[in-house]
């Protein structure tokens, strides 16, 4: 057993459990996600003792010198003091901008930041709504420097999602934090070879780092895949083409990953996994570079797979949609 205290409060560890599983067990109101270090919905800061290494694994510069750390990532040491942090410290105010249905599962919403966050497609912020709940979602466009585009994919029992797909009003009060994560695109890529394959809705993303790759000039070739289940999830599919027609250096391929789908051939479209596709057009080369956006399960299986195949590590950015059905997580 090891003690710990947050806002003067003792908890009692157990074996192996970290803040956050000891917080979530004695009923605490700590806000969470998905209790893996990627989400940063439960930082909490440091006042005195001992961190473990790792409870600040992936926190910027700045949430480090400010003592923050995931408690979810820390793993308890004897007299350890934390305190919670202000909703203010970390998040801005922000409105719901637009809602507009993209296909049956995918919102786009427009979120007006009181503040200009100097985010970039390809990172990903938390929204917090007016009950505390907060989800991470990806940035898909930036607009006039404080309206933020998101892509939301309807989950099933998504506590958020199901809120924003049919409850949330325009003009609805939220708090946004971040941005967070660094799958973007930097001027120092220019003459590599950009490799962009979108999962789902994470096509949402990728093209904006396209975009954001030809406002600065890109040089090299750019190659983009959407991986979808069906060919009416190819939602941006007329985007595509028209980025593919209005740049001779843009090239699109859509990739259908369900089984039997009629349409294939007017979409123009191919059976195949995007990465599998991808892997086979573009053999290993220094010059290449890797983005992978979208549902988790099939990101981190394309990340794992281009570092075998021998990518540099370095060189394979990515944004996986982390989801946790949270009502089937055992509270206190
Ligand atoms: S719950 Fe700790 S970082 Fe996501």
């Not at 123009?268 to 220094?286: S, T, V, Y």
Request: glycine share 8%; proline share 2%.
């Amino acid at each position: 057993m090891t003690t710990f205290y947050l806002d003067g409060q003792a908890f009692d560890s157990a074996e192996d459990e970290s803040v956050l599983e000891t917080l979530i067990r004695s009923g605490s109101s700590i806000n969470y996600s998905c209790k893996k270090g990627a989400c940063k919905t439960c930082l909490v800061q440091h006042v005195s003792g001992e961190l473990s290494a790792g409870s600040q694994r992936g926190l910027t510069a700045r949430l480090k010198a400010n003592h923050y750390l995931s408690a979810c990532q820390c793993q308890p040491v004897e007299g350890l003091k934390l305190k919670t942090v202000f909703e203010q410290d970390l998040f801005v105010s922000a409105q719901l901008l637009e809602r507009v249905f993209l296909t049956e599962s995918v919102l786009k919403v427009q979120i007006k930041s009181s503040e200009n966050l100097h985010c970039y497609a390809g990172q990903y912020i938390n929204l917090r709504r007016f009950d505390g709940l907060t989800r991470s979602y990806a940035v898909a466009k930036v607009l006039d420097g404080n309206v933020i585009e998101l892509h939301i994919s309807r989950k099933y029992n998504g506590q958020f999602s199901g809120w924003l797909f049919s409850t949330a009003s325009i003009g609805e009060h939220l708090l946004i934090q971040g941005p967070l994560g660094q799958c973007i695109y930097k001027e120092a890529y220019q003459q590599d070879k950009l490799i962009l394959i979108g999962h789902g809705a994470g096509i949402g993303a990728v093209i904006g780092i396209v975009e954001q790759a030809l406002a600065m000039s890109h040089q090299a070739e750019i190659y983009l895949y959407h991986g979808a289940r069906t060919v009416a999830e190819l939602y941006l599919h007329k985007k595509c083409l028209s980025l593919m027609l209005a740049h001779k250096n843009v090239h699109y391929r859509a990739c259908i990953t369900a089984t039997s789908q009629a349409d294939l051939i007017d979409k123009r479209c191919l059976q195949i996994q995007p990465f599998e596709l991808a892997a086979k057009e573009h053999p290993i080369n220094r010059h290449n570079r890797v983005f992978l956006c979208g549902e988790a399960e099939a990101v981190v299986k394309a990340q794992q797979q281009a570092f075998l195949d021998g990518f540099e590590y370095a060189k394979i950015h990515v944004l996986p949609f982390e989801y946790k059905d949270l009502r089937s997580v055992k509270r206190g």
